[in-house]
């Protein structure tokens, strides 16, 4: 009879505890089959594992683990090379010289492989013969100090047939073992593979300053100028300082010095050792250049012999081979970075031009009309705007120079120029004989900073007698 108080039968009373043990057995198998990792460490360079997921496999055979902050030195050798790590006051040198550039995170990475070792397999206990397995005369021999004072040195061997891994073995085993190909070929990078192949510390994208000496004199100067403007603010520009004092184009200093130095890279490095060190010519440079940058960081780079189309530079007492081109700037005429209007004043600013040569004067004059019109004249007689423009104005209000000036003997003028400007100044500039092939300018300033091609200044002058011939 059904139990009427309960309302629950026997037989529903075990249908409801056999589910119940079910469905524990079922939990226990999900929680097994999702909690549950083989215990070990992850290594990235073991099959099936690809560095994406945080997921533990068997790394194989162990063949030995040491604390990665244990090791205080680390000894390389391979084939003809022979060079240490030495951890100092936390950092990594290289060897006892303080001076090579590391790239502290490629020797980082080496002292966690070799702070633990583990095997694909091994492939021979107690072997008698390591010669066989290329461990005799090894590819790559390396060394490792620990803090207590004992050491374990590594051997990587020939590469297996596979191509897969690399014979091992580990001095004081007996035994030969197979570890991955990734982690032999790591072992056996040379020296430049921790090298810091940048060997500038200033920031080439904002420079501050520019010194260039070429042949044990100074051959351009520039550096930025805070400038006050009207409303109170400043801005920095680049100024000239030698071989004269002038305004600089800073885009042509960004993207001729700075655009080319942001390409410098180590093709090679020269260390004492090396027979080329004492013929690299650095140290009686063709020239130096000395940078410093907007934090004030500065570094001085020596150019010494060129080979080829590279050349030796030294910088931070240390010799390299460089690109030729990263420092092509050494031998840009400095005119290239400086304004190269001798004068200029927008043409609303001004309202006649004399254009002289002591004999004729020619007259250029700027009306603005009651009904709004322009007139532009030459010589009392009216002439269309683009002849002005082209003729008169540009040739002369907004004169190009051709190159600095070096001092002379001015003797007599040939030509003046004066610029007539609407707030009561003249400008005038006034053309001497240079040399056979220029004329040099000098300011009403009595300032001689550029020289112009005769060839320009002789044509402008012919046309205008042409255009409309000067007055008696």
């Not at 004081?172 to 090298?195: F, H």
């Not at 351009?220 to 305004?247: C, H, Q, R, S, Y």
């Not at 250049?289 to 012999?305: C, F």
């Not at 970075?337 to 609303?348: A, G, I, M, R, T």
């Amino acid at each position: 009879m059904q139990n009427k108080k309960s309302g629950i039968s026997a037989s529903q009373k075990k249908i409801i505890i056999i589910g119940v043990i079910l469905l524990a057995l079922l939990g226990t198998l999900w929680a097994v089959t999702n909690f549950w990792k083989p215990t070990g460490n992850s290594d990235p360079n073991a099959p099936g594992n690809s560095g994406g997921e945080s997921s533990e496999v068997d790394l194989g055979i162990e063949v030995y683990t040491v604390l990665p902050k244990d090791i205080l030195q680390m000894d390389v050798s391979v084939g003809d090379e022979n060079f240490s790590f030495v951890r100092k006051d936390g950092k990594w040198m290289f060897g006892s010289d303080s001076t090579v550039r590391l790239l502290a995170s490629e020797v980082d990475y080496l002292c966690i492989e070799l702070s633990g070792v583990y095997a694909k397999e091994c492939v021979e206990e107690n072997a008698p013969d390591f010669a066989k397995y290329g461990l005799a005369e090894p590819a790559a021999t390396l060394k490792i100090h620990l803090k207590d004072g004992t050491d374990k040195t590594v051997r990587v061997g020939y590469k297996s047939p596979d191509g897969s891994a690399y014979y091992f073995s580990v001095d004081g085993n007996p035994n030969v073992y197979l570890i991955y190909a990734s982690k032999a070929e790591l072992m056996m990078r040379s020296a430049t593979a921790y090298r810091n192949t940048s060997i500038l510390d200033v920031d080439v994208n904002n420079l501050a300053r520019v010194h260039v000496i070429r042949n044990g004199s100074t051959m351009l100067d520039v550096n930025k100028k805070i400038i006050a403007l009207e409303d109170g603010k400043t801005k920095l520009e680049w100024n000239m300082t030698f071989p004269k004092v002038l305004p600089c184009n800073g885009e042509a200093i960004d993207e001729n010095i700075g655009g080319k130095l942001s390409y410098i890279t180590v093709a090679e490095f020269i260390d004492r050792s090396d027979s080329r060190y004492s013929s690299s010519g650095v140290n009686n440079p063709r020239a130096v250049i000395q940078l410093t940058d907007d934090g004030g960081i500065s570094q001085t780079i020596y150019v010494g012999k060129q080979d080829g189309g590279k050349c030796y530079v030294k910088a931070d007492d240390r010799v390299y081979l460089i690109s030729e081109d990263s420092i092509s700037f050494i031998d840009v005429p400095p005119f290239l970075y400086v304004s190269k209007f001798v004068n200029l004043e927008h043409v609303d600013n001004v309202f006649k031009v004399e254009i002289s040569d002591g004999n004729i004067t020619h007259v250029a004059t700027i009306s603005n009309e009651e009904n709004g019109a322009t007139t532009y004249k030459l010589n009392g007689t009216g002439i269309v705007k683009d002849v002005f423009t082209r003729q008169i104005y540009q040739p002369t209000v907004c004169l190009l120079a051709d190159d600095f000036a070096a001092p002379h003997n001015r003797g007599k003028s040939v030509y003046t120029i004066s610029c007539y400007l609407k707030d009561g100044t003249v400008k005038k500039m006034t053309f001497y004989n240079y040399d056979d092939r220029n004329y040099s300018v000098v300011t009403e300033k009595g300032v001689c900073d550029f020289i112009v091609r005769k060839k320009k200044i002789d044509d402008m002058f012919a046309a205008l007698g042409t255009i409309v011939p000067a007055k008696p």
